[in-house]
């Protein structure tokens, strides 16, 4: 009983601030108000006719879905590698790879600045893909390394034996086993990407903003309502995304068996 | 006199009921197996047992003790689970001083009584190690080991054989049958394998669907089954349909069972012995193995299955014609 | 499929080359600048000023405390939780509302719900409100620019993990294991203690060793919920780029944090190990 209550105060925790800043959105007051006092979706509409807003929307889709491909791009071929082969510095590699999830991303993010500075890759969006690459692709590496088995060996081999060439083994045999993981792994990457502050914040300029980066700006010194709108947009995206991947993959894998 | 009484214990789950009103007797130092196909309802009664699931109704006694509503830590049982539940965490030793501990000992009785249980079961020299690093058959001992050390009045053990080898299997129920008489405690041993029935138990229960059909010792079980299915689970059996032509026992007489050493092939009528029936048939199929012939025929539309423990006799082959005879009295009648 | 060499450094080329040039580089380059001086020489001087200053002292002070702290509320919070939702909901569409719960937070931008606690721990906000009508504070509380501000923000951004590590570990706990403890005579508590938490502290330690690492290096929830007030190494290291433009001071402080962090790896991975051999029994 005890835990019952500690477990639902915390869920309660969980959700309390996504209600508020869902709350605040539909205020008629010009100031943060919670509970909203009256209700209206003219916040929303301030948003929608705002094209900074729109702009920084779609350069945060666009680099989180380029960001997620090319995450896949270098994860696949990698978690092949690793899964199949054994070579010199495999596990150097495997830790250098999914360290990005462990370390600081403002100091991937500083250090990206200062290397790109000199390369000319700077405040642009080249500058903020190969960043969003890089602590991405972790996510998808994750999900794909534990799906690679023995067992898929001897299919291949069967595969070969029957007749097909290596990559059509590949996409008929081992793709079908491993799209789930890639899947979910994707969505991870591009939310991920789409998230992020700490890497993009040293990248972008008053023309070229993520949605995440122009509401830290915007938070720091101004607020109005119009930025619980905009919060609650990115938290109903959020919400479809998950309830894609629990349609998609079942997100019941916390019960046993 | 009576460990154990199971009186109309019911259980059912979200869809169907897995027990039905079972009733059992257990005497002191008996070896009894609940045998049955998966779904039968074996291993539940077992849990019910065992206190790790709760009946809807009925009542579990042991030694005069109602236990029905007592967790499993206070019953006077252990269980040998069936893949061991060892504990990956904790050495050989401290994975049999377990319960004594739990029982109060303190760490060096428990140890040394570990110890014992250990050396009863040969595995002393493996105290140390983790049961991760063991065979499966090491293993087993383990868990054997653990649930003999507190000396239980009663040891329920579920398939506790099923995942070793066969040569390790049979060699672990003569062990098990050795450990059982010299421990003197009494075990319910769940097993799908009416072979390993057979060969341990002083009593089985064959269950079906939720009850128990038949509950006698091994020999009656197969030369007396009460039931159709007690009769096709047991052994092979021919099954023949009986005429109320006086040969029969029972009074509504429907079914015989004839098992496969009392059906005999015959080439010629003439070798039929005196007062024994027959059946024309032809033969299927037949093999010969280690000293064992099985015969297979058809007769009508039913499959006949003999066997001798000889050569397959003369002019038997595949599609002959020949003459199936049995001594009536062999057959054995089923209640239903 | 792929079994051949050549093939191996077909699919190693990629990731390879990205990660060298993305990622390897620009940290060399990050230790490098921190390593000389602005007009080039080799020094220690960075290090230096950031050794012998006792602001810098404090900061890491904080960093740490605010780290170490979350951790522990997160581990303490998380397990309840883990275990509700793993072993106490029975019903399957509630126990899916509840992950689904858990997780929108964490497809939610650290802003936004930073954001929403700027809302809640205001003068006026829920939490004060709420706080003066029960009669606990006679004043309105100070949360924002205060240490407990960032905490309650720290906590909450990063208790999922702990949740979904411990969670996953707890189902992964198999029934039979408690079942044999209580038939050998232990009670519901001994069980627990003896059986089921030591089966999940791999969930807890990893759990504890993202929220540490998140904690450590987290700068959007402090640098929104201090208001300027408290500052972390995090904050130090990024006005470094971004306002005092001293690439060679920054460069100390990012490596400075970025030590901190493998060190706390390494010494929870060491500690894992040390468990992994415990449970050998040699």
Known sequence: MFIRLVALSTLAFLVLPLVVVIGVSLTDTKFLAFPPQGLTLSWYAVVLENPTYLRSFLTSAVLAALATLAAILVALPAAIAMARYSFPGKSALSALMLSPLVLPHIVIGAALLQYGASIGLVRNFPALLVGHVVIVTPFVLRTLLPLFSQEQLSQEEASRDLGASAWSTFFLVTLPQIRAGLVSGGIFAFITSFINVELSIFNTTSTLNTIPVQLFNYVQYSVDPSIAAVSSLTILAAAIAIILIDWLIGLDFLSGS | MTLLAITNVTKSFANYRALDRVSLDVAQGEFISLLGPSGCGKTTLLRIIGGFMSANSGRVVIDGEDVSVLPPEKRPLNTVFQNYALFPHMTVLQNVAYGPLRGGASRKEAESRAQEALEMVGLAAMAPRSPRAMSGGQQQRVALARAIVNRPKLLLLDEPLSALDLQLRKRMQIELKQLQVQLGITFIF???????????????????????????????????????????????????????????RAENPSEGVLRPE?????????????????????????????????????????????????????GVRDGVDVIAGFDPADVHVLEG | MFTSRPTLLWLLALPVCVFTAFFLMPLGVVLVASLTTQDGQVSFAQYGRILMDGYHWQVIG???????????????LGYP????????????????????????????????????????????????????????????????????????????ILLPFTVLTIGNALARVEPALEQASRDLGAGPMRTFFSITFPLTMHGVMAGGIIVFSMAISAYVTPALLSGGKVTVLAMLAFQQYSTVFDFNYGGALSITLLAFTMALIGFSSWLARLGAHDMKGN
């Not at chain 2, 002083?202 to 009769?231: L, N």
């Not at chain 2, 005196?274 to 007769?299: D, E, F, H, K, Q």
């Not at chain 3, 904080?62 to 303490?76: G, H, K, N, W």
Request: glycine share 8%; hydrophobic share 45%; net charge positive.
């Open chain 3, 62 to 76: 904080v960093t740490f405390r605010l780290a170490i702290l979350s951790t522990l509320i997160c581990v303490v």
């Open chain 2, 190 to 248: 769940v097993t799908h394998d009416q072979e390993e029935a057979m060969a341990m138990s002083d009593r089985i229960a064959v269950m079906s669907a939720g009850h128990i059909e038949q509950i006698d010792v091994p020999e009656a079980i197969y030369r007396r089954p009460k039931t159709r299915f007690v009769a096709d689970f047991i052994g092979e059996a021919n099954i023949l349909p009986m005429q109320a032509d006086g040969r029969s």
């Open chain 3, 81 to 156: 939780l883990a275990w509700y939702l793993v072993r106490i909901v029975q019903w399957r569409s509630w126990r899916r509302a509840c992950v689904i719960l858990l997780i929108l937070p964490l497809f939610t931008s650290n802003i936004v719900r930073s954001f929403g606690w700027m809302v809640l721990l205001g003068r006026t906000g829920l939490v004060n409100d709420a706080l003066l009508a029960t009669g606990l504070v006679e004043r309105p509380v100070r949360f924002l620019g205060t240490e407990t501000g960032i905490l309650i923000g720290l906590v909450y």
């Open chain 2, 262 to 314: 009392n059906l005999r092939v015959f080439t010629q009528a003439d070798d039929l012995p005196a007062g024994w029936s027959s059946l024309p048939g032809r033969v299927t199929a037949t093999t010969y193995v280690g000293g064992t012939s099985n015969i297979y025929l058809t007769s009508g539309d039913r499959t006949l299955h003999a066997r001798r423990y000889s050569a397959l006799p003369d």
